[in-house]
């Protein structure tokens, strides 16, 4: 179970009445999708539908039906309606100078008192998405792996960072999953379809190791691994040489990661470019996993 999935449980285990306000329908450009959502309850919030007054709006009007706030003052109301028992209330909304946002476009905001059944229903769900995250594998919790690890904690995807050396797992932050193996290039053969490699550990060897076993994989979104232009032409001398690997295998190789438009080696500079470059490949991977199946 993912951090997402265990904040989720203790906000809606929390105390005082909760409000599931989502999206309900979009025109025109509009902060977020149809369908996505966000909790409220007497002190706090889960989730966002975009932020700005369209947010406040809602979570003033969430609030307000469950009798814990009264409406805010000195903004223009949006049209709504409610029904006799105001556990569901509709809020119509443009957005325009009028609020503050210059987006353009008009959202319809649903929202309703949460219930037992609700619920549940949104742990279901959360934990339906949460299967079919894609999955990037960090191999090294030196300084980079730390701070990349740090660096894509946030985002939607499912991160595994690998080690041979236990204290190398000590402060790699707990967002993530571990894994504490004596051959990591085994998680590359176990790792699902459309995952990503980032090699970085402490011996080069190794790395050479990993970063073959992944471009012989001919269904991952990124293989990319730390390190120089010479040890690049190094890797692809053994990987064609030794490794009976392919050009065209050796060609999916991404290294340096993050790219080389900032010369910067800090590591929190190098994670933060590579979480990027990662995160775009994993996206464009699904992007066209999902025209391929349509």
Not at 36 to 46: D, E, Q
Not at 194 to 213: K, M, N, R
């Amino acid at each position: 179970m993912t951090l997402k999935v265990q904040d989720l449980k203790e906000f809606l285990a929390g105390s005082g009445p909760i409000a599931l306000v989502e999206v309900a329908g979009t025109r025109g450009s509009t902060p977020r999708e149809k369908g996505a959502y966000m909790l409220v309850s007497p002190l706090a919030t889960y989730g966002t539908i975009g932020g700005g007054q369209l947010e406040y709006m809602a979570i003033d009007k969430a609030r307000q039906m469950s009798g814990v706030l009264p409406s805010r003052k000195g903004v223009q109301a949006p049209v709504h309606r409610i029904d006799v028992q105001e556990v569901c209330a509709t809020l119509d909304v443009p957005l325009g100078p009028e609020i503050g946002q210059c987006c353009g476009g008009r959202v319809e905001v649903l929202i309703r008192l949460v219930d037992d059944a609700m619920a549940a229903d949104l742990i279901v769900a959360a934990e339906a998405e949460e299967e079919h995250l894609p999955h990037l594998y960090i191999f090294g919790g030196g300084h980079v792996g730390k701070a990349l690890a740090a660096s894509v904690s946030l985002l939607p995807i499912h991160v595994v960072v690998v080690e041979t050396r236990a204290e190398e797992l000590e402060g790699i932050t707990e967002a993530v999953e571990t894994r504490l193996t004596a051959m990591p290039e085994e998680m590359v053969r176990q790792a699902p379809a459309g995952s990503a490699f980032a090699v970085l550990t402490h011996d080069h060897a190794l790395d050479f190791l990993i970063a073959a076993e992944a471009l012989k994989r001919d269904d991952t979104a990124y293989v990319g691994m730390i390190g120089s232009k010479t040890k690049k032409a190094t890797f692809r001398s053994w990987f064609l040489k030794t490794a009976n690997g392919s050009e065209t295998e050796f060609e999916r190789l991404v290294s340096p990661i993050g790219g080389d438009a900032v010369k910067d080696k800090r590591p929190p500079v190098i994670a933060a470019l590579a979480a990027s470059e990662m995160m775009t490949a994993l996206v464009r991977h699904q992007v066209g996993a999902g025209a391929e199946a349509a």
